[in-house]
Structure formats: structure tokens, C-alpha cells
């Protein structure tokens, strides 16, 4: 049986991987001279627990339910849940390899904690608690080997990576990376496996914390920062971390991969104040000063209009006889959702320049059996280069970087990158879907594809 080896990069960019730093990631290179690569299109939107739940069910955000990293809960506006893999109905493809005795392991896949019982091994990604009590294994004494081959607790997540200096973050990312490709290593070597799947998200908190530093077109770019080389040092790193991993893996097909790019932020558009300054949401109390958004402030009884998100901007119509006040009737709502994305194109970048804004509505783009809990409306200003802010209201301005969580010199944009060892095609393909990452793992394990994946097998 032919053993599938995948190993995902969180946020790993194709103009950097394949293009500006190729040359110092030999191994990457090897791959890709030997097989085939593409960018991949990622999802809608392109987060990261959004993306990998998508590339390991095979199933669109408006299947998975999965839209961002909260989740409001039923019959309210008030109570939110942070998501995780309960509110993953759809099966994975280690649980598709597992039913037919494929011997499958997933480490650090971002949320798949609560980690659920199968058979085979697995270890939960982001969104797990950072803490010794937690059980992040399956079974629960492999967490026991890991624990005792790092000396440690073994950390998930860089904790609160956005509140360190810049020098504690490089610090903790490497020695987070350090555990988890150690980890992965232990596991390929010690444990029967045919299909396997990594992911190091040390990437993205690297990405997200100095990408200005080596980004000329930044608008805080530090010329001769210290910091300057920070990325392209770290995805060296990766390289050769991951030249280990090929030692290991033999003849293996072998997929490289990430969820989304990276992209420099130049500002925030403060979506909430804009939704009340053009009067679509309403607060029971005027404002005298900025502060965190919290929904029992909002007057359900006039507001129309509400939002989350902090990258893309994801708008909810308040609609009679779905949301427990909505005010908005069946009638109204294509007008509403047509005047809306009117308006929202003519939002200006702080400079007064024309921005590049997509917007993909739920009638039009977002189809699926989750397509009820899904956003009205999701925004991409200025192709994510402008991100949003919707949790805090009272700004200056219409436009802050700071979020109620703090700033980002990144957001996501939507090419990651996919590269395979083994195939008919060679060299550059083009692009590929999201979705096509499923089914081609499950072809190359010999594994029927399900009828309902919409996915395409890479050849």
C-alpha cells in the first residue's frame, strides 16, 4: 500500500516559496523539480481553522459550519461558543483511511481538539487549551510518550503570542516548532502509519508578527530592522526541519501544503462604526468614547445590520423569523444585501484610494448544508489587504489597526501553496482548489472518493 506523507505550513506564501526565497529552501525545491506544484485557492474566508477543516473533511466552509474561530449560539446575539471539533459533523480523511484499515496519523491540525476517539493516532492542533491537564492525544498514552520524549509538557500554541516582544516570540515559535516536528519525527519512526499529516503553525505567528520588516512596500517597513530577516530565517528552518521528516518517509508521496497566504495589512476599516454611522446598527446609548463592542450594547429592536470578523468582514442581516428580534422582512433582504455591497465598495482607504473590495454574498457564493448559520455577506476589502474591525466602536476614524485582540502587520490573502512529489503533470499547474486536496490524498491511498466531495484528484 503506497504511504501518503503530508505536511502543511500555516500561511506559507507562493510569491515566497516559490518564487523570492526559493533557492535557500532546498528541499522544498527538490520536491518541486520532481513533481508538480500550484497555488491553492483557499476558502471563504480564508482562516486557518476554517482552511485546514476544509482541506481534511473535503467539504466547503457552508458543509463544515466553520466561518471563524467563535460561533454564535442558537435563538441569540449575546452568547458565543469557541468552535472546535464538536461542531464538526463531517468526517476527516484519517477517519475515511482509519474505516479502511489504513493506518492514519494527524498531528496539529488546528481544531480537532476535543481530540474524538478512532483508530489510529492523533494529536490536536490550535485551539487546544495550553495547559498539563489537557488530554491532546489519541489514544491518551501517546500524550504520555510525547511528554516524556520533549522532558516536558508539550506546548500546542505559542501562548498569547501578540502580547511578547518581538525577541520572546522568535524565542517560543522555535521552541514550539522544535516540539511539534520532534513530535512528528517520534511518530513516523515509532508508530505504523500509511497515511500521515503535520502542520507547523509557527509560520503564521511569525508571519503575522514581522512581516513589515521585510516587506519595502509596507507602510511601517523598518529599513536595516534587525528583524529584517526574521521570516526567510525561519522558513529555512522549516526546510531543513522538514528534510528530516523526508529521511523518514522514503518513497512516500509526498504532499507540501498551506491553508492560505500572508498579505501586508495596510489598515482596518472599523466595520461596526460604519454599520452605525450609515445607519444599519444602533446602540442603546450613545457613544462617548472607544470602546469594545459587546452585543447586549446593540438595540435590536432598529439595528439591521451587525457584524464579526476581523480580517474579512462577515455581515448578518438582522431577518425576521431567523434572529430572535429581527426586524428585517423576507421582502427587504435582497434590496438590503444589494444596497449594502453598493455602499461597502465605495469605502476609500485611509489615503482616499479606490480599493480593490470582493464581496461574495450567501445567495450567490455560499451554498451548502450549513448554509443557514452562514454569513449574509462576507467582505474582502481591498482584496485583505485592508482587514476590519468589529469589536471595537467610539474610533476617530473610520480606519484603526488595532483590534480588540491587537494588530497584525498581516492578514490573510487567499493563494497558499500545494506541491506534490508524485504525479502525471510536472512542474507549474496553474492553481488548484482547496477542495482538490482530499480526494487526491484519498486516490493516492487507493481509497474511494465520497460522491458528495467536490473536489478534483490531482493527476
Not at 24 to 52: D, F, Q, R, V
Not at 125 to 154: A, V
Not at 242 to 261: F, K, W, Y
Not at 323 to 347: C, M, T
Amino acid at each position: 500500500m503506497e504511504k501518503v506523507f503530508v505536511f502543511g505550513i500555516d500561511g506559507a506564501m507562493p510569491e515566497k516559496i516559490f518564487g523570492e526565497w526559493l533557492d535557500e529552501l532546498p528541499n522544498i525545491k527538490k520536491l518541486m523539480s520532481g513533481g508538480s506544484y500550484a497555488k491553492l485557492n483557499s476558502t471563504i474566508p480564508p482562516l486557518s481553522g476554517t482552511a485546514w477543516t476544509s482541506i481534511t473533511t473535503g467539504k466547503s466552509p457552508t458543509d463544515t459550519g466553520l466561518f471563524e474561530y467563535i460561533y454564535r449560539k442558537k435563538n441569540s446575539y449575546t452568547e458565543f461558543g469557541l468552535v472546535s471539533s464538536q461542531n464538526i459533523k463531517e468526517k476527516y480523511i484519517w477517519d475515511i483511511a482509519a474505516e479502511k484499515k489504513i493506518n492514519p496519523i494527524s498531528c496539529f491540525v488546528p481544531i480537532t481538539w476535543p481530540v474524538k476517539p478512532y483508530n489510529g493516532i492523533l494529536i490536536s492542533g490550535f485551539m487546544t487549551p495550553n495547559n498539563p491537564e489537557t488530554e491532546y492525544s489519541y489514544p491518551r498514552e501517546i500524550k504520555k510518550e510525547i511528554n516524556n520524549l520533549l522532558g516536558e509538557h508539550m506546548l500546542i500554541d505559542v501562548p498569547n503570542f501578540r502580547d511578547l516582544t518581538k525577541e520572546d516570540i522568535i524565542k517560543q515559535v522555535y521552541r514550539v516548532s522544535d516540539m511539534h516536528v520532534n513530535t512528528m519525527k517520534y511518530l513516523l519512526k515509532n508508530k505504523k502509519w500509511n497515511f500521515f499529516i503535520g502542520v507547523l503553525n509557527g509560520s503564521d505567528r511569525i508571519n503575522h508578527s514581522f512581516w513589515k520588516y521585510q516587506d519595502k512596500f509596507h507602510r511601517k517597513y523598518e529599513k536595516n530592522s534587525k528583524f529584517e530577516s526574521v521570516l526567510k530565517e525561519y522558513y529555512k528552518y522549516v526546510d531543513k526541519r522538514l528534510g528530516e521528516l523526508l529521511e523518514i518517509v522514503g518513497d512516500a508521496t509526498v504532499i507540501i501544503l498551506s491553508d492560505h497566504g500572508i498579505t501586508r495589512m495596510h489598515n482596518r476599516v472599523n466595520l461596526s462604526d460604519w454599520l452605525i454611522q450609515q445607519g444599519y446598527m444602533f446602540l442603546k446609548e450613545p457613544l462617548t468614547e472607544k470602546k469594545e463592542l459587546k452585543m447586549d450594547m446593540v438595540d435590536w429592536s432598529k439595528t439591521k445590520v451587525f457584524a464579526l470578523g476581523a480580517y474579512d468582514g462577515e455581515i448578518f442581516v438582522n431577518l425576521k423569523g431567523r434572529e430572535p428580534e429581527g426586524i428585517v422582512k423576507e421582502g427587504e433582504y435582497d434590496s438590503l444585501i444589494n444596497e449594502l455591497e453598493k455602499k461597502l465598495k465605495e469605502i476609500t482607504g485611509d489615503d482616499k484610494s479606490k480599493l480593490d473590495t470582493q464581496i461574495f454574498t450567501k445567495k450567490r457564493n455560499l451554498n451548502g448544508k450549513c448554509r443557514d448559520i452562514a454569513p449574509d455577506m462576507i467582505v474582502f476589502f481591498d482584496n485583505l489587504q485592508y482587514g476590519c474591525n468589529t469589536t471595537m466602536v467610539g474610533n476617530e476614524t473610520l480606519w484603526s489597526l488595532s483590534t480588540a485582540k491587537g494588530s497584525d502587520d498581516a492578514g490573510h490573502s487567499r493563494q497558499g501553496i500545494f506541491i506534490i512529489n508524485k504525479t502525471k503533470q510536472k512542474g507549474d499547474i496553474g492553481e488548484i482548489d482547496i477542495l482538490d486536496v482530499a480526494p487526491t490524498i484519498l486516490d493516492r491511498l487507493g481509497v474511494s472518493i465520497p460522491k458528495d466531495f467536490n473536489g478534483k484528484v490531482i493527476e
